[in-house]
Nanobody, 126 residues
């Protein structure tokens, strides 16, 4: 059974940092990429960043480039999203999701992600 479990969300002031974690299990890592998505109240879910668990290739949305960093620890089966210089507009529920290799090259096309976590809340106060 594929499982994705996010953690690390919380309340932070603008300019602060948070690190989200996505613990994954139940699939062969080399066959998947992990993506981070977010959904703010009243808005559609949007892609933030993704990483191939096979070769470590990464991709970022323009809105987070230079502020967020995605990484993977294969020994812990965990993908991290380090978020720095947070802004109030980063407030959202953050989800991690898994994309099978048949859809590669990796992207933030939400339709290509088959498995999803339950989400973790991030609130950035001004």
């Amino acid at each position: 059974e594929v499982q994705l479990v996010e953690s690390g969300g919380g309340l932070v002031q603008a300019g602060g940092s948070l690190r989200l974690s996505c613990a994954h299990s139940g699939f062969t890592a080399d066959d998947y990429a992990i993506g981070w998505f977010r959904q703010a109240p009243g808005k559609e879910r949007e892609g933030v960043s993704c990483i191939s668990l096979s070769d470590g290739a990464t991709y970022y949305a323009d809105s987070v480039k230079g502020r967020f960093t995605i990484s993977s620890d294969s020994a812990k089966n965990t993908v991290y999203l380090q978020m720095n210089s947070l802004k109030p507009e980063d407030t959202a529920v953050y989800y991690c999701a898994a994309e099978f290799r048949s859809y590669w090259p990796i992207s933030l096309n939400i339709d290509e992600y088959e498995y999803w976590g339950q989400g973790t809340h991030v609130t950035v106060s001004s």
